[in-house]
């Protein structure tokens, strides 16, 4: 009986100990938590086309003028050409140099304004609001020419020379791909121009007017740009 038991003794021995010791036998496993996403699939890039690069653009501006001195708002219409350089500060986000020239009409109540040459230069801050859409802050400043002319009941009164002033200009647009080199952007702005009209000339006779001419142009544009 006593050899019995010590047999039965040894050979359940190594069964308790394994028990008894936590080895991979008697070890729980926990289940994996599912994957939240396929890590086969690489994260879709940025858009090659909003790295860094010059830039060149056509835009149509339309608004209204209004006079500082309360006159009734007219229309006002500009065509412009731009060329710059946006640089990439980020995945999501760039800066934008570069400068404007405009062509177009001022309304007034008081005379024709027609400005052959507005040339402002302009910085931009953009951030992507999605893979396709970004917006953009804008703020300027530059020289405007204006030829200064009314006519009151057939008479013409002209200013004698080209009259310079100052423009300021700031805005926001939401800007979009429309090609690998191309975006289209709309945007809404607010310019200021001023001028001091000096001498005019009526019916053959000149005079010293010493008048200011200050506008406020709220307007829409539309413009489009090329990446180079």
């Known amino acids: 009986m006593r050899s019995l038991f010590i047999a039965f003794a040894l050979a359940t021995a190594p069964a308790l100990f394994a028990i ?16 939240l996403f396929d890590e086969t699939v690489p ?3 940025l858009p090659t086309k909003y790295g860094s690069s010059p830039f060149l653009g056509l835009g ?3 608004g209204q003028s209004r006079s500082i001195d309360g006159e009734a708002p007219l229309t006002a219409l500009f065509g412009d050409f731009r060329a710059g350089y946006i640089s990439a500060i980020g995945s999501w986000n760039h800066v934008e ?3 404007e020239v ?9 005379a024709d304004l027609f400005t052959p040459f507005t040339g402002t230069a302009r910085v931009g801050y953009g951030y992507t609001i999605n893979q396709a ?22 008479v013409v009164t002209k200013a004698t020379d080209m009259t310079v002033g100052h423009t300021f200009k ?9 090609g690998d080199s191309l975006l289209g952007d709309a945007g809404f702005y607010w310019s200021y121009y001023s001028y001091l009209i000096k001498d005019v000339e ?27």
């Open 202 to 228: 009526t019916a053959g006779i000149s005079r010293t007017i010493n008048k200011r001419i200050a506008l406020n142009v709220p307007s829409v544009q539309l413009s489009v740009k090329w990446r180079l």
């Open 97 to 99: 140099f570069g400068g």
């Open 43 to 45: 994260p879709a890039p």
């Open 170 to 178: 700031g805005g926001y647009a939401l800007e979009f791909p429309m």
């Open 60 to 62: 149509l501006d339309v």
């Open 20 to 35: 008894g010791s936590g080895t991979p036998q008697g070890e729980y496993q926990p289940p994996k938590p599912p994957k």
């Open 133 to 154: 859409l970004r917006g953009v802050f804008y703020l300027g400043g530059g020289v405007s020419l204006v030829n200064f002319e009314d006519s009151t009941n057939g």
């Open 102 to 110: 405009k062509i177009g009409q001022l309304g007034h109540a008081d």
